[in-house]
């Protein structure tokens, strides 16, 4: 069964600084996708970045871009120039291309702090 | 347009008791999910609807779990003789699945249920 692996509970950055989120995935297939949403304390769950396993280039949107290892099944996601906004929970989540139903499995979450 | 609308925001409910959640997917979309998130923690995956398939129901925790919808359109998540463990977040979202993009899901802001 896949995995998802969020080893870093809570993150903090100061306003303006760069910080990366870790997540790291188990699976034995070589096509999937994987996610970064992020849930501020509205609840509202918003996708944040998208990448598919099949691409080597790595997905960026805006601030926000991604560090994939394939070989490493990494995924980490980078904030750059962090803003008030920005803090939230962060899930990271895997999708199987192989799964009829393309449900997400989501890893436990990191709390980020972005302080003035 | 709109986006994943959910209701109600929040319920209070007794032990034992049957609740029923809603979920209004985006206009067009084929799938719905239902995620349940405990507090702290990650979504984990309920059920979900594609059209007028069989509906995937391997996420459903027992069976006073229950989810109907009707064609493409609301769909409801029924919780009967519910117990405190049932206490969470549940989340609906809905996508396309009409290939590229399009099977990113999108999320309504949730159903907060609190079993006395």
Known sequence: AQTVTQSQPEMSVQEAETVTLSCTYDTSENNYYLFWYKQPPSRQMILVIRQEAYKQQNATENRFSVNFQKAAKSFSLKISDSQLGDTAMYFCAFMRILDSSYKLIFGSGTRLLVRP | ?116
Request: overall charge neutral; glycine content about 12%; charged content about 20%.
């Open chain 2, 1 to 116: 347009g709109a986006g994943v609308s959910q209701s109600p925001s929040n319920k209070v409910t007794e032990k034992g008791k049957d609740v029923e959640l809603r979920c209004d997917p985006i206009s067009g979309h084929t799938a719905l999910y239902w995620y349940r998130q405990r507090l702290g923690q990650g979504l984990e995956f309920l059920i979900y609807f594609q059209g007028n398939s069989a509906p995937d129901k391997s996420g459903l925790p027992s069976d006073r779990f229950s989810a109907e919808r009707t064609g493409e359109s609301v769909s409801t998540l029924t919780i009967q003789r519910t117990q405190q463990e049932d206490s969470a977040v549940y989340l609906c979202a809905s996508s396309s699945l009409a290939g590229g993009n399009t099977d990113t899901q999108y999320f309504g802001p949730g159903t907060r249920l609190t079993v006395l």
